[in-house]
């Protein structure tokens, strides 16, 4: 018995050790239990933050691929504006160089236009010049004539014209010149005889009654008569005053050009003329307002 309880002893006292022990492995288990607790949680807060994370960063990826596709698409727009801008540069150069081209062409013309201007304005001027001396001659040669209001002498722009009445070289519907138109005429031809640079004109005019007999013999129309009385005052420029033929032409213009109203006897006389007028070469110009009359 007595060693039974001894035996006894050290296992109780083993077995009291042991509980300690075991409670304290317990506390500590339970500890590590809560510990791990804690980190599973820690892990699971962590791999929800991954997950979040992994669908951030497939989110984030997926923005990336669509920048990537924009900036590829916007750079293909912009090498596309690009060419389209080059091109159009490019035409604009060209139009831009066709536009130089055709204000030079244009600017030449102008000047081309601007020197011819100023030839024929140099031209002007010298047939006017030309005129003076032509114009004084007259004047001085016819200053009876003019005096008695027989000739006029007009002198418009380029153009002088020596104005005749009829009755100082023609009968009333004659078509031959009288004796007493020789001399005015053959005084006229003296001057013209050195001009070689006009053109000469001798125009018959009438006024808008009809023109009667001429030495028995009746003439059709005022148009007969007119023409006939310019060629014969030409013809005797040429033959007997030897102004150049080559100058000279004849026209007759009826009762279609009058200086004055037919309805008056002092304008129908006015209307029956000769006018003898010297022109630029070569002039087909409608008549000029008078710039001087005497």
């Not at 300690?20 to 288990?29: I, P, R, S």
């Not at 024929?120 to 009876?144: F, N, W």
């Not at 005052?233 to 030897?242: K, N, P, T, W, Y």
Request: charged share 30%; with cysteine.
């Amino acid at each position: 018995m007595k060693k039974l309880i001894l035996f006894c002893i050290p296992l109780i006292l083993a077995g009291c050790v042991s509980a300690k022990a075991y409670k304290d492995a317990m506390g500590e288990l339970d500890a590590r239990k809560a510990e791990l607790k804690e980190t599973e949680k820690k892990l699971d807060a962590e791999a929800a933050k991954n997950k979040t994370l992994s669908a951030d960063l497939v989110s984030l990826k997926a923005d990336g691929d669509r920048q990537a596709a924009q900036c590829e698409s916007d750079r293909a727009r912009l090498a596309d504006l690009n060419s389209a801008a080059s091109d159009e540069l490019s035409a604009a150069r060209a139009e831009l160089a066709s536009r130089t081209g055709e204000k030079e062409a244009l600017e030449r013309e102008i000047e081309a236009l601007r020197q011819n201007a100023d030839k024929v304005r140099a031209g002007r001027e010298k047939a006017v010049e030309d005129l003076k001396p032509v114009y004084a001659s007259l004047s001085a040669g016819l200053k009876d004539e003019i005096g008695s209001g027989g000739v006029e002498i007009i002198w418009a722009s380029r153009r002088l014209s020596v104005i005749i009445s009829e009755d100082l070289i023609f009968d009333r519907g004659g078509t031959e010149i009288k004796p007493e138109g020789f001399g005015l005429l053959r005084k006229i031809g003296a001057v013209l005889k050195g001009v070689s640079d006009k053109d000469i004109r001798v125009e018959g005019h009438t006024d808008n009654t009809p023109p009667g007999d001429n030495n028995g013999k009746r003439v059709p129309s005022n148009w007969h008569l007119s023409a006939a009385r310019a060629a014969s005052v030409a013809r005797f420029l040429s033959d007997e005053a030897g102004v150049s033929p080559t100058l000279m032409s004849a026209a007759g213009y009826a009762d279609e050009r009058p200086l004055a109203s037919n309805s008056t006897p002092e304008g129908r006389s006015r209307n029956r003329r000769i006018a003898i007028t010297l022109l630029p070469p070569s002039s087909s110009a409608a008549p000029e307002e008078p710039a001087v009359m005497r």
